[in-house]
């Protein structure tokens, strides 16, 4: 199955890039021709791009790692909280804060301050506060949670970034690479795909184009959870095996061998506790179950 079709790449407006005179010399690989001042992206060399960045991030989440998907331009912000939300990752959509990945001891501080704000709104903590104080922690648990709030349960770095538009991105994009962290990103005919691991040739600036290529990463994310799943169902059904065969070896008893029928020829009949010999001539051998009277 095609990760995406050159119809969704064309009706999504993929193939508009910007205007000659903005373009970037380092993307003229992934330039197809021009159209009226107008880049045209090849799109052959984007749907290629696109699976080796689905398989990148498959990859990445069956190895129980997390993605997190970055744009914070207005046209990306919806798409990428949405299809974060729908494949349960990270994001961040409305502003990089510095230091969120070299520095993240420091922006786990804040992480704990925003579930100690949100914990004190809860556990009725405001109500003993007077309104001005209770206003002032309310404003500082927006602010957190406007910056924050996407990657609030987020306790390591995560194994790979989503990132629109890399130009406004730049911070995360150099972050990640001081860290090591890989990258995927949508490159328009005016940014720089190199530093980027996995780039995507495509319009970052459409509606349409940017919720494209974010569902794509997200029905990647979500074919990896498949996967992890399916592989640790299958290392359960091993270990059962195994339980299986151990508990039936140590639980073979003596009476579970095989009796040899023909030593038993001729002593097929009952035992008598009274032997023959302790019986005397003309005696009968008492019932012990039955009763007497005198």
């Not at 990089?96 to 004190?120: H, Q």
């Not at 922690?137 to 996407?150: A, C, D, P, T």
Request: proline share 3%; hydrophobic share 35%.
């Amino acid at each position: 199955m095609a990760v995406v079709t050159m119809k969704s790449l064309l009706e999504s407006g993929v193939h508009f890039g910007h205007q000659v005179k903005r373009w970037d010399p380092r993307m003229k690989k992934y330039i197809f021709a021009e159209r009226n001042g107008i880049h045209i992206i090849d799109l052959q060399k984007t749907i290629q791009a696109s699976k080796n960045a689905y398989d990148a991030v498959r990859k990445v989440i069956s190895d129980n790692k997390k993605v997190l998907f970055v744009g914070t331009k207005k046209q990306a912000q919806l798409a990428i909280q949405k299809e974060a939300e729908r494949c349960d990752q990270f994001y961040v959509n409305q502003r990089w804060l510095g230091g969120m990945l070299t520095n993240f001891s420091t922006i786990k501080k804040s992480l704990l301050r925003l579930k100690k704000l949100e914990k004190m709104e809860v556990d009725g903590t405001f109500e003993n506060l007077t309104k001005k104080e209770v206003a002032a922690l309310g404003k500082e648990r927006s602010k957190l949670q406007k910056n924050l709030g996407g990657i609030k349960e987020m306790k390591e770095l995560p194994g790979i970034l989503f990132i629109i538009d890399t130009r406004k991105e730049a911070i995360a994009v150099t972050e990640a690479r001081r860290m090591g962290i890989p990258t995927v990103a949508v490159v328009d005919t005016n940014c720089n795909p190199e530093g980027i691991d996995y780039p995507i040739p495509g319009n970052d600036d459409a509606i349409r184009a940017i919720t494209l290529f974010t569902q794509i990463i997200a029905n990647a994310v979500v074919d990896g959870d498949t996967e992890a799943g399916l592989r640790v169902v299958e290392s359960l059904d091993g270990e059962d095996d195994i339980n299986e065969e151990i508990l039936t070896d140590a639980s073979r008893k003596e009476e579970d061998e095989e009796i040899d029928i023909e030593s038993y020829k001729g002593d097929a009949s009952p035992k008598n506790e009274y032997s023959e010999g302790d019986e005397e001539e003309g005696e009968l051998p008492i019932a012990v179950d039955k009763t007497f009277k005198e």
